[in-house]
């Protein structure tokens, strides 16, 4: 009998999805917040542990919409951005910071009700942002092909200290605050770069050899290990963090756009586009193993994870007659 390859790849494939879509998940949906009409699809979110206010980059709107999470509803609206990406709140100075991909800066805003108090002039397409709380100094991910940058900016001054070049445009950011080395997922070019927080230069470059199009990623700084979501194909990829060598290889559902790290359960959440969030576990010898998937539904990209409430917060994007809305999941 003739055996196509292709079609035993295929049907491997298929096992594998199956194998990881058929566990039951750790997470429990605990409360689904409808948003005003129009909201529209999303990107990332921040929150106010005081005031228990979630912050939304509602791209499909152009606004950043406030939830009073004890409410259940949209006290404030945020208007006059074009595109809004990253979002990241200090609580030290009560100010919001959002990268404007579409008006290229990055907008801070404070007061009740908020006002702009500053604008950074940035490039096309800013996004993705980290925040490091000894140096507090912001990264900012922002250009295209030919001017991609991670932009430096002190938050107590509000200036502009640096632009790093990169390969491509970066898409996540994360930070080791033991060592202030901050990684980019840099997509266009299968890569990671590794910014030295001291120094403001790339001190490495890691390329990934089996997967690529790595857009979030996730830091462990109890194992050292990075993970990178990546969508060609969709699989997890589970990195030392020291040397950026590969030590898993795992499937993921599609479109992974956002990842977090549950350090009191050594848990990982990705948040696939598809409509899922894969959980996945690590041991500690490093090993990682895949633990339960929660549907959610087409479109819901991105969430915060917030580890002092046991929650995970996604956005749901609108569809057909179905208003957009926070599905909130509690971790324990």
């Known amino acids: 009998m003739k055996i196509h390859t292709a079609g035993v790849a295929a049907l491997l ?28 699809k999303f990107d990332h979110f921040a929150i106010d542990l005081k005031t228990d206010r979630l912050f939304i980059a509602a791209t499909g709107n152009h606004n950043v919409e406030i939830l009073d999470l004890n409410a259940g509803k949209v006290t404030e609206s945020i208007a006059g951005l074009g595109k809004p990406h990253g979002l990241t709140w200090l609580s030290d100075t009560n100010r919001l910071y959002a990268s404007d991909g ?14 702009l108090a500053a604008s950074i002039k940035l490039s096309d ?132 756009d956002d990842i977090f790290y549950d350090l009191e359960f050594h848990r990982i959440y990705l948040v696939a586009g598809s409509g899922a969030v894969d959980v996945y576990e690590i041991a500690a010898d490093k090993s990682v193993r895949a633990i339960g998937v929660t549907h959610t539904s087409v479109g819901a990209k991105t969430g915060l994870f917030v580890p002092s409430q046991h929650t995970l917060y996604a956005g749901a994007a609108a569809s057909g007659n179905k208003q957009a809305s926070i599905l909130v999941y509690a971790t324990k």
């Open 13 to 40: 494939s298929l096992s594998a999805l199956n194998a990881h879509t058929q566990t039951t998940s750790p997470l429990t949906l605990r409360q689904t917040i409808a948003l005003p009409p129009g909201t529209g």
């Open 102 to 115: 579409t008006q290229a800066d990055l907008k801070v805003y404070e007061g009740a009700p908020f006002k």
């Open 125 to 256: 397409d800013a996004d993705d942002m980290v925040f490091d709380p000894k140096t507090k100094l912001l990264y900012i991910g922002h250009g295209g092909e030919g001017a991609a940058k991670i932009a430096v900016v002190d938050t107590a001054t509000n200036s502009l200290l640096a632009n790093l070049p990169v390969a491509a445009h970066p898409e996540g950011l994360e930070i080791d605050s033991t060592t202030g080395r901050i990684f980019a997922n840099i997509a266009d070019a299968s890569e990671i770069a590794v910014i030295d927080g001291a120094t403001h230069t790339q001190s490495a470059t890691w390329k990934l050899a089996r997967a690529k199009d790595n857009v979030p990623l996730a830091y462990d700084e109890e194992h050292q290990v990075l993970f990178v979501a990546c969508r060609t194909p969709a699989r997890l990829l589970v990195l030392d963090g020291n040397s950026g060598n590969e030590l898993a290889n795992l499937p993921s559902d599609a479109g992974a």
